[in-house]
């Protein structure tokens, strides 16, 4: 399928996929929910009918929701022009969280909806088990009614346990219950072919049937004053829904009535189609949720053998090891030209690698005095980037 799809076919795709979505995950931006005298009260009434509406529809919603840090500076009267740093940030995230919360459990309540909360680490999604008791109890809420309001876990995320942000953590959470659609409220329009403030040539994206490098671009650099994500995010998060398979759209979180339009079929923001071929909901939690903790640059064979036939890798096509692993870690895969193409699930700790790299596999026994299996990684712990 091109990149590039006409008005017609878009509108025609928006509204199938709209029709079909029966679980979708709506994320919300700082930027969109705060002002500078804190919660945006019209805003989280907005999204509080918008959601409702959607649920009395017959569908399954996720609100993930930013603003924590937001309210609690507001709350705090912390200058706009005072540093913050990590730990203030966590800090104030434990002030503005409760805010955040009553606001909403107290708009949801004019609706006669019941709201939870759950608060994570990216260590609750990289740990399997973890991962899997985050599901059930989202599925149980379903079961019981209540609409999820998922944040991240600022106050105890320190850097190695953070998402990076909400954009991210919207995409993994549509991946993990696997939600058709993953909904991006933010403080633009849509995605333009370039900047609109100082390109007028400027033109709005309104159907992305693949994001590919020309469309990253599109992205630019930019970022909210309030939010962590800049557009950049939020394309990387598309891209992670549409690999599971899942239809993103990206549009103007402060607009009344936002998501009663799109589902009527109005042609607004930016809609990101899902991917014609998707991976496995293991295959996708080893690519996009673990992280690597080392990487093997792979020789031209090896990284032939990966990409074009299917095969798992062998010690004799790893040419280096990079960091400290052991049995089972996430690493990636690299071609001699330190670009990604795998990431994948290892049968051999850094160290032993660093042993039997180049070497074939029938030798692994007599240089380790052991051999758990042939492969390095096997195929069904391996996925193509």
Known sequence: MSTEISREDGLYYRQTLFDKAKRIVIKVGSAVLTTESGLNQTVIENIARDLSFLKESGREVILVSSGAVAAGRKKMVVSDTLKVGLKEKQALAAIGQPCLMQSYDEAFSRHGKIVSQLLLTHADLSTRDRYLNVRNTILTL????????????DPVSGEELRFGDNDTLGALITNLIEADMFICLTDVDCLYTGNPLSDPAAQPVYTVARVTPEIEAMAGNSKSALGTGGMQSKIRAAKMVAAGGGSSFIGPGRQGALLQQLFSGEMIGTFF???EETIQRRKHWIAYVLRPKGFL?????????????????????????????????????LDHQNTPIAAGLVSYSSMDLDIIKKKHSDAIETLLGFKDCDEVIHRDNLVLL
């Open 142 to 153: 379903f079961r019981f009614g209540a609409i999820p309001i998922i944040n991240e876990n």
């Open 273 to 275: 189609l899902p991917a």
């Open 297 to 333: 640059v792979l020789d031209e064979g090896a990284c032939n053998a990966i990409i074009n036939k299917g095969k798992s890798l062998l010690s004799s096509g790893i040419l280096e090891v990079h960091g400290e692993f052991g049995v089972g870690d996430a690493v990636h895969c």
